[in-house]
Structures are given as structure tokens and as C-alpha cells.
């Protein structure tokens, strides 16, 4: 059963931006936080960014200041809008929904994946 539908991966010049987006379902979208976790080729993966069920956020310190997390509860969706792109920042971006300690803290204790979306940063 799929859990996300990811979207807005694709392949974007050094400084540019990409927009990725999550749609999940009602009932998981409500009761865990959401996030993206990445993984580059021969290197550990990584959590980028989460956003609680009341819309507290956290970001890795290699994208703060250039990534913004963010919840849409209409369409139940997650956003990461990626800017001032790296090729660091190449990778396959997963939608995660992880345990929530309280609605404004998340634990990494992920229970739902998507499939992954490409983004790669060249010149």
C-alpha cells in the first residue's frame, strides 16, 4: 500500500532551487511528523528536515538557511523548498513519517518511507 506520493525531484544548476513535495495520507499526515532524509551515493543517510504536527521545525546543518520544511494541512502534503543548491546536495530525497515525542518534537523513529526522488545538483 503506498503511504506518499513524492514529486519535484529533477536536476537544476549550482545556486538553483527545487521544490519537492509529499502528499500523504489523512491519518498519518495528522499523527506523525513528517521529514526527508537523503542518501548520496557511498555516503550515510542523512535527515534533512522534519516539521511536528504543530509545525516545529529542525534542519541539518549542512542546509540551514537554504532549506525550508513545511506542512500544507488542506492538501496533506509536506514541502522542502530547496534553495541556493549544492552539488553536496545531490542525493535521493526520501519522505519520511516519523514518531512524534509531543506535537512539537519529533524522535527519529521513522515508521513510513516513500520511494525516493532524485535531485542532482551539476553544472
Known amino acids: 500500500q503506498v503511504q506518499f506520493v513524492e514529486s519535484g525531484g529533477g536536476s537544476v544548476q549550482p545556486g538553483g532551487s527545487l521544490r519537492l513535495s509529499c502528499a500523504a495520507s489523512k491519518s498519518i499526515f495528522s499523527a506523525y511528523c513528517m521529514g526527508w532524509y537523503r542518501q548520496a551515493p557511498g555516503k550515510q543517510r542523512e535527515l534533512v528536515a522534519t516539521v511536528s504536527t504543530q509545525g516545529t521545525t529542525t534542519y541539518a546543518d549542512s542546509v540551514k538557511g537554504r532549506f525550508t520544511i513545511s506542512r500544507d494541512y488542506a492538501k496533506n502534503t509536506v514541502n522542502l523548498q530547496m534553495n541556493s543548491l549544492k552539488p553536496d546536495d545531490t542525493a535521493v530525497y526520501y519522505c519520511?513519517?516519523?514518531?512524534?515525542?509531543?506535537?512539537?518534537?519529533?524522535?527519529?523513529?521513522?515508521?513510513?518511507w516513500g520511494q525516493g526522488t532524485q535531485v542532482t545538483v551539476s553544472s
Open positions: 519520511v513519517a516519523a514518531q512524534a515525542r509531543n506535537p512539537w518534537t519529533c524522535t527519529t523513529t521513522t515508521n513510513y
